[in-house]
């Protein structure tokens, strides 16, 4: 399995990927304001439900299954 894949799977991946996601909706809505900061919210939802709903949306690219359940399970 891709270490990549691997990583965005774990826990420390997921953790990183909603924290991230949420400072890009914090940041698009509380700092720039207008269609760019709702643009950059709207790319902050990606991350953010990513690592929520345990997917990741690389993992196809580099040949793995979208599911983080299947990633750590070897699949």
């Known amino acids: 399995m891709n270490p990549f894949c691997t990583f965005m799977a ?27 900061g709702i643009i950059v919210a709207v790319v902050g939802l990606v991350p953010f439900l990513a690592g929520l709903l345990d997917f990741c949306v690389f993992a196809p690219l580099f040949g793995c299954p979208w599911a983080g359940a299947q990633i750590r399970a070897g699949k």
């Open 10 to 36: 774990s826990a420390a991946g997921r953790i990183i990927r909603i924290i991230v996601g949420a400072v890009l909706i914090a940041w698009g809505l509380l700092s720039l304001g207008g269609t760019v």
